[in-house]
Structures are given as structure tokens and as C-alpha cells.
């Protein structure tokens, strides 16, 4: 399944490759900036996305920065940086895609994450991607800048794509959980009888010889 989902990635060509390590040295010439900016674009294409960082202060960048939402915008970018380190086998970080699914799984229940985001995430890194680049001589004609947009957009899909089988996972194991917690409670209590034996009967079945009681056949 990992193989399948990172099979783009496998089949890009090496001149591709190139393309992004390449944009991926001018990006993170100033990615504390790129990184802060994709994330206050995302809050404003998608407000709703605020909620599932509850104890960041989302503050515009052009008063002042939020440390937490600095700090939140950078781990995304090292999920990125993690993928471009890993062009030539980029289904070695499929358990890192993985466990950031079933994080998100938890968002989705705990604070109403929901799959578009990811697009949304998409679109807004995308766009900063592109205005990074432009400003460079390297990619600033629109052939070059949109073959290595195209490229980015590429790992993009393929990271998303690994991220959402951690989720389905994760969600799937919680359902069952609960499937099985609720069919507990279900079951009616097993109580031990309390009620002694019959000391009588307990008397007779002493008093009768074991021939009595053979399964024997008698000659």
C-alpha cells in the first residue's frame, strides 16, 4: 500500500528530482518566513482550521509573530524536507506519513479535523512555493517555475495520500474499540449463585456405597 501510494514519486524522473532539490535550497533560505506565511494563508482560505490548534495565538504577521504558530508552521516544513532527503527511496519515510495520519485521526475526532484541509494545505503551500521561486533567476520563466510547481505538487499529493491511510487506520481501530466496549456493556452481568447445597443431599450421597454409583456393568 505504501508503495503504491509513493509510486509517483518512484517514477519521476531524475531531471524532476533534480528540480526539487534544487527549489528546496532557495525555499529554505528564509523558511522560518515561507513557513509562517503558508500557515496564516491556510487560516484565512479555511478559518475553520484555527480549531484544531486551540492553544496557539494566531497572530498576523504583519504586527507580530506567534512563537506557537512559528513553531506549528516549521514542522510542517520538515515533514518536506524529510521527503526531498528521501527522492531516491521515499517509501523509507512511509511510517513517519503514517503516524502523522493517526495524529490527524485523533484531531478528526477530538477537535473536527476534516480531509480537505489537506487541499487546502496544498493549494496555500503551492502558491508560497511559487512566489519564493519566481524571485530567483533560476525559476523565474513560467516554463521552468511551472514544471518544478507541478513537481512539488506531485510530493504534495503523494504525502497526503500516505498521511490518509494513517487516518483511515486510526479511525478504523477506534471504531473497533468502541464496537467493543459498547458490546461489553451489553452482556448481562454474571452473577455466582450463593446459594449453598442441600446438606441432606450431601448426607445421602455419603451414606450410598460406591457400587451404587459404578458404571460398571454386574456379572
Known sequence: ICFLQMEPLEKMSQEDRNLLRESWKLISENIADTAYLIFEMIFKQS???????????????SKKRSPEMEFHALRFM????????????PSAISP???NL???HGRLALSRGFKPHHWGVFIECTLFHFRRVLSEHRRFNQVIILDKVIIAWRT???????SMKIGLSRDLANRASHKEMEDSTRTLPPITPSLTPPDPISLIGYRKKP?????????F
Open 47 to 61: 478559518p475553520d482550521c484555527k480549531n484544531l490548534f486551540p492553544f496557539m495565538r494566531i497572530i498576523d504577521s
Open 78 to 89: 520538515q515533514v518536506m524536507e524529510s521527503m526531498v532527503n528521501s527522492l531516491d527511496r
Open 96 to 98: 513517519l506519513l503514517d
Open 101 to 103: 495520519g493517526r495524529v
Open 155 to 161: 510530493l504534495l499529493r503523494c504525502i497526503i495520500k
Open 210 to 218: 460406591v457400587s451404587h454409583y459404578s458404571i460398571l456393568p454386574r
